[in-house]
């Protein structure tokens, strides 16, 4: 019906791996990409100057940053600085889990998407990380796509808005894989849950563990800069 | 299977009408309640006092407010200043319409009861506003509700989230008269678009317009303060 071709995406960008893989693949759909970020109150704000060099590297149309301060409802490692992040692995939902922040960030995206005239939404889940956050499973996309479309006056027209999961099924190592081979340069990526604010990475939090497996899986040359 | 008496409910309060009235049914009801109010960048912010005020006047255990800056995205004459509130009824869908405004409040209250333990969240919306705002139908709640349980380490568990829109089929004249027998101080909210620093109305806007025909039409006394 219709084509990627010059048609408008947001795409949620947090300065990871995932994302950058997510909006190279979205960019080689030959989707507009309109990159969105969240300044939430965040230990590992590195993220944010990495977001912005991500989107720029990329092509993006207009990168934005939202301000939403998630540190007033808490409850998570990553938003409370009296909750510190584990440095080896925990048993159940990590500590490191930021309540509805799924929700909440691809609401906004759905905000801006309406705003923009864009029907499709990027997000870069992935069911590794399903194993311990609700809102990475592809139940969980399905269900807020539904929603979205009763939420919106857009989504109560002709065109449905879609949310693409592209990395939803594949492992760390096929996604680093993935984006090498659409020229992602993940030297410019901040995966740690505490890199220091020059964006160096601590190589012991989850993220880094799950990052530093993916290159070694992939047979790839890991780039990131370690300062522990 | 369980009474609401003691049971923790986080209830959004916008500093209006219609929130202050359901906070008064939730507290009615038994919840202990958790007030939740949002400083996203909106034209009136005399409504943030007013969110205050009503929350303390009807024994809220906890007002919060969330910073969330919905002007990055704009699109609305609520967020972006560019825009001219209307002071007459206009065709379609009101330009005063914030893109997904509805959906980004929800999640962010779904993240707070995640936090508290809380499985309740109470909203303010009704089919009056469903003429003009898709996320006021009960298709959205219901839409929601689903999805908000497949999004939280929560709603995995055997307590399911729920989303109450106790005014979903309310005239404003009825929901007057409800707050009014639960001792709701109307004096207290603002619910103009445009209203001064001091929470005076402008008497013009839809949202004044929809408040003074509701007392009109229930035979009791507005105590509104109008600047124009």
Redesign the interface.
């Known amino acids: 019906m219709h084509t990627s071709e010059n048609r408008k995406a947001v795409v949620l960008v947090s300065g990871g791996l995932d994302s950058a893989t997510v909006l190279a693949v979205a960019r080689d759909a030959g989707y507009q990409c309109y990159t969105l970020s969240f300044d939430y109150g965040q230990r590992h704000r590195s993220e944010l100057d990495a977001s912005q060099r991500v989107s720029r590297a990329l092509g993006c149309v207009v990168h934005?940053?939202?301000?939403?301060?998630?540190r007033?409802?808490?409850?998570s490692a990553l938003t409370d600085e009296g909750i510190a992040v584990p440095e080896k692995e925990t048993e159940g939902?990590p500590i490191t889990?930021?309540?509805?922040?799924?929700?909440?960030f691809l609401?906004?995206a759905?905000?801006?998407a309406?705003?923009l005239h864009a029907t499709d939404i990027f997000i870069g889940v992935n069911a590794v990380d399903y194993s311990g956050y609700?809102?990475c499973?592809p139940?969980?996309i399905s269900?807020?796509e539904?929603?979205?479309n009763?939420?919106?006056?857009a989504?109560?027209g002709g065109e449905k808005f879609r949310v693409h999961a592209p990395l939803m099924n594949m492992s760390k190592a096929e996604i680093v894989q993935l984006g090498t081979s659409l020229g992602v340069d993940y030297g410019l990526t901040v995966s740690c849950y505490q890199a220091s604010s020059e964006g160096q990475a601590c190589g012991l939090c989850d993220s880094c563990r799950l990052r530093r497996q993916g290159f070694a899986e992939a047979g790839l040359l890991d780039p990131t800069k370690y300062y522990k």
Do not use: C, H, Q
């Open positions: 934005k940053t939202v301000v939403i301060d998630l007033t409802i808490g409850g939902v889990y930021v309540p509805a922040r799924n929700t909440v609401s906004i759905l905000g801006w309406e705003v609700p809102d499973r139940a969980f269900a807020f539904t929603m979205a009763l939420a919106t006056v989504g109560d």
